[in-house]
């Protein structure tokens, strides 16, 4: 199958909508969805980003610079996740409880428009642990890329065929994907960790992921297996970063960077307590 072929199959698909929200973060999936949705829909597509204390501020930035410069409609909700005793609890249901806000907060617009809501979920996605997308089920969002039968592979490439920044962007999970199931979800974990991230980015990381444990005292930075030696080398200014970000503890994960790491954490008691 070509990049023009997997193109076409998902203009064909979004081909069979009326009018669209499409969840959008900024990262490559729901870039590519967003942009495919305005090619073919035009305004009748709608790019929403759900603004909370899980999306960086940086994100947020980049998300409406992409709509911005691709002349997608693009509009901002507000989530009251944190508000949510199930959310801040963290335990492995908690991207469940995320997802619903989200759907809280979009389902009046899409009444409103007459719009059908829709996720940059692909293939790959499936077979993860993703409490979300049964709430996007219940909520009767779509996915219009798994229907499709896009893989991530083939999300890149499209992106790539079609010119979009986002194209090589590595993947970008909310910052409450960061913190250890069982520890509680607050605004204050969640600073410090888009805080550290930031300034690792600006040290010179382009892949990377701050995990907290320890109710958020203790920080377990992952970075790309190749730069680990880079990381190692600059363990001074890792911790004080670490430091300045308010964290008591630093460490360097020797296994490197893994999505879903946290996931190892899901047979523990604890973590459904």
């Known amino acids: 199958m070509t990049v023009s072929d997997a193109a076409e199959r998902l203009t064909v698909r979004l081909a069979g909508e009326e009018k669209l929200l499409v969840a959008f973060s900024g990262g490559a999936d729901s870039a590519l ?23 960086p501020s940086a994100e947020r930035a980049a998300a409406r610079r992409f709509a911005r410069e691709h002349g997608i409609a693009h509009v901002e909700v507000c989530t009251d996740e944190l508000d949510d005793p199930e959310y801040v609890a963290n335990t492995g249901n ?28 692909n293939l790959d996605d499936l077979g993860d642990h993703r409490p979300g997308q049964t709430a996007a089920a219940q909520r009767g969002a779509i996915a219009p890329m798994v229907d499709a039968e896009l893989t991530k592979a083939d999300v890149r490439a499209i ?30 974990v969640l600073g410090k960790i888009e805080h550290a991230e930031q300034a690792l980015h600006d040290l010179g990381f382009r892949e990377l992921r701050v995990r907290t444990h320890a109710d958020g005292t203790l920080a377990r930075v992952e970075v790309a297996e190749r730069d680990m030696a880079a990381a190692f080398d600059s363990r001074d200014d ?13 460490s360097l994960d020797l296994r490197g960077l893994r999505s879903g790491s946290m996931n190892a954490l899901l047979s523990l008691t604890p973590v459904v307590r």
């Open 238 to 250: 890792i911790l004080r970063i670490l430091d300045r970000a308010g964290f008591v503890f630093g």
């Open 159 to 188: 992106s790539a065929e079609w010119g979009l920044v986002t194209a090589d962007k590595p993947a970008a999970a909310c910052l409450s994907s960061r913190i250890a199931y069982g520890d509680r979800v607050t605004a204050d």
């Open 33 to 55: 969805l967003a942009t495919a949705a305005h090619r073919v829909l035009g305004d009748r597509a709608v790019a929403v980003t759900a603004v909370s204390a899980s999306l």
């Open 94 to 121: 908690r991207c469940f409880h995320c997802k619903s806000a989200l759907f809280d907060a979009l389902t009046p617009l899409a009444t409103l428009m007459g719009a059908r809501m829709a996720l940059g979920t």
